[in-house]
């Protein structure tokens, strides 16, 4: 059974870090794309970051290229997302969820529950 959970979330003001995890299980982990995607309060969800099987490529939205980095540790069947220079519109749930390939392009098929971030003064 594929499972996916998601760590790390918290309250930080502008400006803080935040370093979230994503625990892996059923599945090997080092052939699939992994990607995050977060849902701000009311909105839809938007795509953050990507990173392939063996962590040498890695793609970011736009509204986060910069300020954070996504990595993944396969002995550990980890991902992670390191969130710095946050800004309050960060605020959200963040999900890491599984893609059906090795390329990033083949649709998400299982995501995780998620963790809160809030960024707040």
């Known amino acids: 059974e594929v499972q996916l959970v998601e760590s790390g979330g918290g309250s930080v003001q502008p400006g803080g870090s935040l370093r979230l995890s994503c625990a892996t299980s059923?599945?090997?982990?080092?052939?699939?794309?992994m990607h995050w995607v977060r849902q701000a309060p009311g909105k839809g969800l938007e795509w953050v970051s990507g990173?392939?099987?063996?962590?040498?490529?890695?793609y970011y939205a736009d509204s986060v290229k910069g300020r954070f980095t996504i990595s993944r540790d396969t002995a550990k069947n980890t991902l992670y997302l390191q969130l710095n220079s946050l800004i309050t519109e960060d605020s959200g749930m963040y999900y890491c969820?599984?893609?059906?390939?090795?390329?990033?392009?083949?649709?998400?098929?299982?995501w995780g529950k998620g963790t809160l971030v809030t960024i707040s003064s």
């Open positions: 969820a599984k893609d059906r390939g090795t390329w990033g392009t083949d649709g998400l098929d299982y």
């Open positions: 059923g599945f090997t982990f080092s052939n699939y794309y």
């Open positions: 990173i392939n099987g063996q962590g040498t490529n890695t």
